[in-house]
């Protein structure tokens, strides 16, 4: 049976936690290696970890996670195996192509069964993966050749066009989130195989969704909610948690309805957390971006974590990025942490959060969180 969680206690059980980790983008640049032959040459991707990690390690510390070995974080392998191309630009992230041109289209294609081991790039990553085993005996190396949520994933294979579906042939997309949902499910069950791992995980699952946030409020109940379900059903008995970008307020009250235990809204300019914790009862994260660095100063940067804590957040996150590994950065981070820190040994012993509003200073209590994202009112900032 899937866990529901109570929420009239869920926030308040979930406490207040932080964290910082150093991700593969941190690798490459303190290393040198450019992305492109990261992602594309298994030499160069073990070069990037066997001499990364102790770099990372030396210059933020213990407090700073650093990313497990894994194959290279691609998200688009799921779509890959159906047929969309992955490219490669210098410079740049992985992208892919669109490759149904309708949803009748769709359908058809994934009704038909997909060897996923022997189809797209998967046959090339599972050696590259064998490579990096080989590389660092007795460590366990993840495979990140991965897939997204449903709305996200239908955008994948279909493009802009999937938006007007929506609205000229809602029953059609209804069926076409369906069986792509289906076929999500597939594709996790080979990598679970490849894992080692069972594919419904009674512990819990997470699901990654940044385009269901396109999707009008209205239709969330039809197009989102279903298959977020379905998606969660076939993934795991216990927790659900999900990270999705640029939800707004109206839509937030959904996140309830699919039963989420965590929320990650990650990078969202239409929120704050004053906005999501009026808005729904789930316990949520509250990310400090790499951009968001370039204009805060230390103070800022603690004023942030203790603000977000007294506004409901249940925990703050950052992540090490290409842009940080410098000496600037490293300050900012050690504040995000001691703040981090603070703050959470402060409601652990049960301190009001109110009074952890007050942790922050004059003037970042009057900053955060007007401006972040135009958001004015009570929690907003304004010094008590």
Known sequence: ????????????????????????????????????????????????????????????????GISGLATPAISYGHVNCLGSELLFPEGGEVAQTHIYGSLEEGIEALREPVDWAHTGMAPFYLEFREKMMEAFPGESVGFSFGLEGPLTTAYEVRGDGFFADIMDAPELACEFLEVLTDSILDFHGFTSAVRGAEPVNPHGAGMCDDLSSIVPPRLFPKLVVPYWDQYFCGMTTGRRSAHVEDLRPAQLHFLEDVGLSYYDPSISPQLAPPIIAENCRVPFAWRMGSFHYRDMSVQEVEDFVFLACADGASSVTTHVAETMCNEERISQVEAFIRAGKEAKTLVADGCPREEIRQRASEEGRAKLWDGWCGYKGVGSGVPL
């Open 1 to 64: 049976m899937t866990v529901r969680p109570d929420y009239t206690t869920a926030r308040e059980n979930a406490g207040f936690g932080w964290s910082v980790g150093g991700g593969q983008g941190a690798l490459r640049e303190l290393t040198g290696v450019p992305i492109r032959e990261f992602n594309l040459d298994p030499d160069a991707c073990i070069d990037a970890y066997r001499r990364g990690r102790p770099m990372i390690r030396e210059m933020f510390g213990e407090d700073v």
